[in-house]
């Protein structure tokens, strides 16, 4: 029963150049969550998707970035025109659907290092 | 601005002591509560989690939550040194439909010496 899968570990994009993250959820689980930690920060929640729908982007910068997950296939996470503030680890969790207002946590992804040159 | 405020530290216990970790958070209608560890290059793996005003046990860790304080605390009994991290306390959201997202504090650096 594999974990939550993050591709690349790590990834290095020239300044202007797009970086797409790669997450695919635990077996069974609908819902993906990214989180980005800058360096010697905590994790700060970035977007929360379902299927083919977005619940909650309140925590991505207005451009640039983008997320998706389609019905098939990882959910990917999109940075165009990076820049080096854009460097950090970007980590992915999963979940089922949860029962309104209950959470009992998520595991997350080992990660993407994302350094921007 | 919900807020979730973690002492830095670090915090610097011997071998054998009782690590006491604390978090405050400023919203009153999250309703649940999460300790993660986080090694250096790691990803935060979840260690505790607590939803119900007292004390929560699992082995050497033991969760305690106070609602009306709007307090959550990690009591890591018998440390050792594979204890040193960084604990990470989070909080789910509690308004709308995003009760999935957590705000997690900026983390309590933990080191454990022999």
């Known amino acids: 029963n594999a974990g939550v899968m993050q591709n690349p570990r790590h990834l290095v994009r020239r300044r202007g150049q797009e970086a797409r993250l790669r997450c695919s959820p635990m077996?069974?689980?609908?819902?993906v969550y990214w989180y980005r930690q800058l360096p010697e920060e905590g994790l700060k929640f970035m977007v929360y998707l379902q299927k083919e729908n977005i619940i909650d982007e309140s925590g991505m910068p207005k451009e640039r970035f983008s997320a998706e997950f389609p019905k098939e296939g990882p959910s990917i996470l999109r940075i165009q025109q990076v820049v080096r503030g854009d460097s950090a680890a970007y980590f992915c969790?999963?979940?089922?659907?949860?029962?309104?207002?209950?959470?009992?946590?998520?595991?997350f992804g080992s990660g993407t290092r994302l350094t921007v040159v | 601005q919900k807020e979730v405020e973690q002492n830095s530290g670090p915090l610097s216990v011997p071998e054998g002591a009782i690590a006491s970790l604390n978090c405050t958070y400023s919203d009153r209608g999250s309703q649940s509560f999460f300790w993660y560890r986080q090694y250096s290059g790691k990803s935060p793996e979840l260690i505790m989690f607590?939803?119900?005003?007292g004390d929560k046990e699992d082995g050497r860790f033991t969760a305690q939550l106070n609602k009306a304080s709007q307090y959550v605390s990690l009591l890591i009994r018998d440390s050792q040194p594979s204890d040193s991290a960084t604990y990470l306390c989070?909080?789910?959201?509690?308004?709308?439909?995003?009760?999935?997202?957590?705000?997690f504090g900026q983390g309590t650096i933990l080191t454990v010496h022999p």
């Open positions: 989070a909080v789910n959201d509690a308004g709308g439909t995003s009760y999935g997202k957590l705000t």
């Open positions: 607590i939803y119900s005003n």
């Open positions: 969790a999963s979940s089922p659907r949860l029962e309104r207002s209950v959470n009992y946590g998520y595991t």
């Open positions: 077996k069974g689980h609908s819902h």
